[in-house]
C-alpha cells in the first residue's frame, strides 16, 4: 500500500515562515507531478503548487515570490517553503501526488492534510 505523509504544519506569526513536508511510501516504482493544495474555512480546496519528476514548477499566484516548492526524488518527499506568511495563507494543506506502483497501475494519492494557522 502506497500512502503520503505530511509534517510541519502549526501555528506561526503573519510575516513568519513555515516548512512543510510530505514523504511517499510503500513500493513506489516512480512518482509524476508532485503538488500542495490547502483549503481555507469555509472555501473550496485550491492548488497552492506543483512540481515535476523533472524540475517544472507552476504556483498559484496568490503564493508567488513567498511560497517555493522543491522534491528530493530519492526520498520521495516534496517541501513546500512558506515565507511571508499571511492570515489568507490559513488553512489545511494537502499533498497530492502520482503515485506510480508498477509502469501501468498509478494511484492519485492524498496526505492526510496538515493544519497551518496564521496569526495577523
Known amino acids: 500500500q502506497v500512502k503520503l505523509v505530511e509534517s510541519g504544519g502549526g501555528l506561526a506569526q503573519a510575516g513568519g515562515s513555515l516548512r512543510l513536508s510530505c514523504a511517499a511510501s510503500g513500493d513506489i516504482f516512480s512518482i509524476n507531478i508532485m503538488r500542495w493544495y490547502r483549503q481555507a474555512p469555509g472555501k473550496q480546496r485550491e492548488l497552492v503548487a506543483d512540481i515535476t519528476s523533472v524540475g517544472t514548477i507552476n504556483y498559484a499566484d496568490s503564493v508567488k515570490g513567498r511560497f517555493a516548492i522543491s522534491r528530493d526524488n530519492a526520498k520521495n518527499t516534496v517541501y513546500l517553503q512558506m515565507n511571508s506568511l499571511k492570515a489568507e495563507d490559513t488553512g489545511v494543506y494537502y499533498c497530492?501526488?502520482?503515485?506510480?506502483?508498477?509502469?501501468?497501475?498509478?494511484?492519485?494519492?492524498w496526505g492526510q492534510g496538515t493544519l497551518v494557522t496564521v496569526s495577523a
Open positions: 497530492n501526488a502520482d503515485l506510480g506502483v508498477t509502469m501501468a497501475d498509478w494511484v492519485d494519492a
